[in-house]
């Protein structure tokens, strides 16, 4: 099951400007992270936002959460080239063996040069 | 390189066919996933492991899907008698022991898995 759902699910910016895309989750959270992929690769962690958090930068990033609304967005500022990539948000689910992390759909960037 | 290794890259299978993927996390990383992951689409869950205890597999795998991890350290995901609907990438994670709920998963570059 997916516990994010990500919006828009592709998006295409100039370089220079900034990316803003959207996640939204059904349950209640301990915090929710943000991933990054580039097209064959692995999974990169990009941040973090516990759930006692609003807001939070790394670089050109920035991550708000809105728990009342269960959802948060992240921003990418300045955008370049080497930030096409796709980005999707993780929440851990916890049951009684113990919790997992899953992921939502993804937001697929593109970023025209 | 001291990160998540996945062997083999790619695997072109014919259907019908087992095949078996190797992962080996990062040192000391107690807790190891499998995610499956096709075009287009978020990575989706398989199962999980903490040390060599499988605590959790996907309701939706068959059970032509089985995974070990025998002394806690590398894990293998094998698929009996393939069918074209198996291919996919298929993601190994490890995370480190202590995170919590708090954890950093560090992904594997996946096996590109073909199925004729």
């Known amino acids: 099951s997916q516990q994010g759902e990500e919006d828009p699910q592709a998006l295409s910016i100039q370089e220079g400007e900034n990316a803003t895309m959207n996640c939204s989750y059904k349950t209640s959270i301990n915090n929710l992270q943000w991933y990054r992929q580039n097209s064959g690769r692995g999974l990169v962690h990009l941040i973090l936002i516990r759930s006692n958090e609003r807001e939070k930068h790394s670089g050109r990033l920035r991550v708000t959460l809105d728990t009342s609304k269960k959802s948060s967005s992240l921003l990418i500022t300045a955008s370049r080239a080497a930030d096409t990539a796709s980005y999707f948000c993780?929440?851990?689910?916890?049951?009684?063996?113990?919790?997992?992390?899953?992921f939502g759909a993804g937001t697929r960037l593109f970023v025209k040069a | 390189d001291t990160g998540v290794s996945q062997d083999p890259r790619h695997k072109i299978t014919k259907r019908g066919q087992n095949v078996t993927f190797r992962c080996d996390p990062i040192s000391e990383h107690n807790r190891l996933y499998w995610y499956r992951q096709t075009l287009g689409q978020g990575p989706e869950f398989l199962t999980y492991f903490q040390n060599e205890a499988q605590l959790e597999k996907s309701r939706l795998l068959s059970d032509r899907f089985s995974a070990e991890r025998p002394k806690g350290s590398f894990s293998t995901l094998e698929i009996q008698r393939t069918e074209q609907g198996d291919s996919a990438m298929y993601l190994c994670a490890s995370s480190q022991p202590g995170g919590g709920l708090n954890e950093k998963l560090f992904f594997g570059s996946g096996t590109q898995l073909s199925v004729l």
């Open positions: 993780a929440t851990q689910l916890i049951n009684t063996g113990g919790f997992k992390t899953i």
